[in-house]
Each structure stands twice: as C-alpha cells, then as structure tokens.
C-alpha cells in the first residue's frame, strides 16, 4: 500500500528554488565584479597608474608594503561591505540568508583569485584582512537593511496609512446619516438594503403603552 505524502510547508519550495538561489548568487557576483571594475579603473585613471585584469582577479596587489596595496584594499572593501550589501537587500531582502549569500560570495572570490594566480593561495595578510572585514561588514549591513525592510508596516490601497476602507466613502457616510435621521425621528418608512420588502420604525413609547 502507497503511503501518502504529506504536502510541503507553505513557503518552503518558494524560498529553496535553486535556481533562483543560484540566479542570485549570479547576479550578485557579477554585481561585485563590475563594481570592483569601476571603482579600480576610476583609480587608476585619477593616479595615473595602469589598468589591469591583475587588479581584480589577483591577489597580489593588495598588499600591506605599498601604499596602492592599502588602496586596492580600502576599494575592496567598499565593495564588497557596502555595495555587496545594499545589493543583498535590493535582491535577497531575508535577514537568515543574508551571511549564506554574504560567505558564498567572498569564498568564490577567493577560488577566482587562486585560479588566476596560477592555483596560488593568497599569501599576503593584507588580503586576508581586507577579505574578513570586508565579509564582516557585508553581513553585518546586510542583515541590518533586510531586517529594516521586514520591519516596515504594509499599507493596502496607497492611502489611509495602511487601513483598507471596502466601501466608497460617500457611501458609508450617506448610510450613517440615514441611520441618525431614522433613530431621530422615531417613526419612519423604507425599503431593506436589498430592497425585498419595506420596514416601519415604531415609536418607543407606543409599544411600551401597548404592553400596559
């Protein structure tokens, strides 16, 4: 006898797709390395200095020795703290896949960088440093936006400050005042609101001098 599945949890094929974790994995490594191209050519082209695939997919430049070392450093932690981070907001948006996506990405840089210096680990310490900061501030900005962003109330309809009105407002405002007009004269003819059949408001004191 077949046993039954039971069905999945609400949620839970929605926010495991790989291939949207995958995508976004993706789009935030590219994110990073277009950034990283942007900011080390703008750099370079202000110092004077010349451009190079090495800058971005070597390691060993960012060393602690040589005053553009710190500065390939200081870019590369702009990157990959602040933009990375924004970028995870904008398209990740959960705080408990913020570190995930945040390690992933920095341990495949460090494969890129080891397989295009020639299978060479980083060997500068400086490196080292920037990566961990640089993974430290990412996560920490991170999960920071997104948790900000959860938090934020949702509103329906665009106005109102987030409460839902299901009727026109001139409707509801015109049934309450026929209410009060009803209840203030005390006696009054008119049709039900699916207009079946007609109803007589009787006055109070009348049915308490019938019950006498």
Not at 20 to 42: D, G
Not at 178 to 200: K, P
Request: charged share 20%; proline share 3%; glycine share 12%.
């Amino acid at each position: 006898m077949a046993r039954r599945r039971r069905p999945p949890r609400s949620g839970a094929l929605t926010e495991l797709q790989p291939a949207k974790l995958l995508s976004q994995i993706v789009a935030l490594q590219l994110i990073y390395y277009f950034t990283a191209a942007v900011l080390i050519l703008f750099t370079t082209l202000v110092s004077g200095t010349k451009f190079t695939l090495d800058l971005i997919f070597s390691w060993r430049d960012v060393r602690g020795d040589a005053t553009t070392g710190w500065v390939w450093g200081f870019l590369w932690v702009l990157d990959g703290g602040v933009v990375v981070a924004i970028a995870m907001m904008l398209l990740v948006a959960r705080s408990k896949l913020v570190l995930d996506f945040a390690l992933s990405l920095h341990v495949i840089h460090l494969l890129v960088v080891t397989f295009y210096t020639e299978k060479q680990l980083p060997r500068h310490a400086l490196w080292w440093l920037t990566m961990a900061v640089s993974s430290a501030l990412s996560v920490a900005l991170g999960m920071w936006g997104c948790r900000y962003r959860e938090l934020q109330p949702i509103t329906f309809g665009g106005l109102g400050g987030g409460t839902a009105n299901p009727l026109p407002v001139g409707h509801s405002q015109q049934t309450h005042d026929d209410e009060e007009q009803g209840v203030a004269r005390g006696r009054g003819r008119g049709r039900g609101r699916d207009g079946a059949g007609e109803y007589e408001l009787a006055n109070m004191g009348e049915g308490s001098d019938a019950h006498r």
